[in-house]
């Protein structure tokens, strides 16, 4: 009798994917360092004074400035992002700043701050390295070369594009209606607008909020290696350029998005559910590592334990720290943030009773074109708007100091709701039954609503 000694082929390619995944994730971390540096290479002194002509003019801070939009802006964020990677201190090389990165204060003090880098003097600095601060790759040499009102100009074009690309890669593998209704509440009901002239940091948040969406829906529309690649590089661009202000959002948009283009493509809710859950665990997976990995680079050169001290007191204060009118009771954060949006934001009213008669109209087609069973996947493919309020009770702390802009997820649930009933409206009638496929005649343990001609091959 002979033994068949042969190997089977899947193995080996799965272990090599799942290699170059790896290696592809720990050079992208590499070259986010190298970004760092180049960032730090730019010199402070057309910064600094560009940034004396913004507080000459009045166009620096104030902190808590309105937005003219019903609600308050970023200004607190915006002073310290400009402040970030400027330092006193001499014979600094663009690898130590990158290391520790310094940054001068906040709007309060920053503009006293600012002068006394003009006149060469000692100003208030301290450490920032418990974020990438990834923006200044960007930041610096705008700033440098056209400074802070220029900054806010590429901002708004950043956000501009972003939106743009967000929108065509979705409508793209879905339908147009359904990319609007996703996109238009958060548009028409937020302050996401006004961010780049007066919060150019959150519209820098935003458009790669926007970039690891389209991300996500250009993998969705190849093989499942492509989608593992386009969630983790989305995610730690995210995490690149943020600083932890609305993480929850590209976190669901990301997890719909890839299950309902798998679901349009595929026609089966079992897969679009593998794909939507894969992606809830995958982005967040790689948004914390990218995190950490800026803390082990910094602890390399700054050492262990004073890394973790520093990291682990900012992350009990963001769970559980206290703060003047901060409440610990469950619920709180996520009823917080959505009074926010109802009382400060004067078109959400009108935002909710459209969504919701839109809702109920898309749900009236979905029972009328695939029974109980479309109903059913729009359900289900609605849930990663649960996401949001989720991450609102974890980071209790953050969600309610920050309700100024983190009520943005509020919206940001109703387009999720309403894109997951369009792209479940419009795609074809059914094709298959549970007990069986016209198409393949091959049996199935569900329905298929939707199939394009090439299919959704797992490679």
């Not at 990218?290 to 890394?307: H, K, P």
């Not at 934001?345 to 009773?353: D, E, K, M, N, V």
Request: hydrophobic share 50%; charged share 15%; aromatic share 10%.
């Amino acid at each position: 009798m002979s033994v068949d000694t042969t190997t089977t082929g899947p193995k080996p390619r799965l272990w090599a994917k799942s290699l170059s995944i790896v290696g592809g994730f720990l050079l992208l971390q590499v070259t986010f360092f190298l970004l760092l540096i180049a960032g730090q290479a730019v010199p402070d002194e057309p910064i600094i004074a560009n940034l004396v002509n913004s507080v000459d003019a009045g166009t620096y801070g104030p902190s808590g400035a309105p937005d003219r939009m019903g609600g308050v802006s970023d200004t607190f964020t915006e002073c310290v992002v400009v402040g970030t990677g400027l330092s006193a201190l001499d014979g600094e090389t663009a690898l130590d700043r990158a290391v520790y990165m310094p940054r001068i204060s906040n709007c309060e003090q920053g503009a006293d701050d600012i002068r006394a880098l003009a006149a060469d003097q000692d100003s208030a600095h301290g450490a920032y390295y418990k974020y990438w601060a990834g923006y200044t790759a960007i930041t610096r040499p705008v700033l440098a070369a056209t400074g802070l009102e220029g900054l806010r100009i590429v901002a708004g074009a950043m956000l501009l594009g972003s939106l743009a690309l967000a929108f065509s890669q979705i409508a793209r593998r879905t339908s147009g209606f359904a990319s609007l209704g996703l996109l238009a509440p958060l548009v028409i009901s937020t302050n996401l607008m006004s961010t780049p002239s007066t919060s150019f940091s959150q519209a820098m948040s935003i458009s790669f909020i926007m970039i690891s969406t389209a991300l996500v829906a250009w993998g969705a529309g190849g093989s499942w290696t492509r989608l593992i690649c386009s969630t983790s590089l989305g995610a730690a661009l995210f995490c690149f350029v943020d600083l932890l202000t609305t993480p929850a959002i590209p976190w669901a948009l990301g997890a719909v998005v890839g299950a309902v283009i798998v679901f349009c493509r595929s026609g089966r809710l079992g897969r679009a559910s593998i794909a939507g859950v894969g992606i809830a665990v995958l982005w967040p997976l790689s948004f914390g590592l990218t995190w950490v990995s800026r803390w082990v680079i910094a602890a390399a050169f700054l050492g262990w334990e004073e890394v973790m001290a520093f990291v682990r007191s900012n992350v009990e204060y963001r769970t559980t720290g206290e703060w003047p009118g901060v409440e610990d009771a469950f619920g709180v954060p996520t009823r917080k943030n959505v009074l926010y949006w109802w009382d400060q934001i004067p078109t959400a009213p009108w935002t909710l009773l459209v969504m919701s008669v839109l809702v109920c109209i898309v749900m009236i087609v979905v029972l009328r074109r695939h029974g109980v069973w479309g109903a059913l996947s729009a359900v289900v493919l609605s849930l990663p708007a649960l996401i949001i309020p989720v991450w609102y009770e974890v980071l209790s702390n953050h969600s309610q100091i920050h309700t100024f802009f983190a009520y943005r997820g509020v919206p940001t649930m109703l387009g999720i709701v309403l894109f997951a009933c369009v792209a479940v409206a419009l795609s074809r009638p059914p094709l298959a039954t549970s007990r069986g496929s016209v198409s393949s005649g091959r049996a199935r343990s569900e329905p298929v609503l939707q199939h394009d001609e090439k299919g959704y091959e797992p490679s």
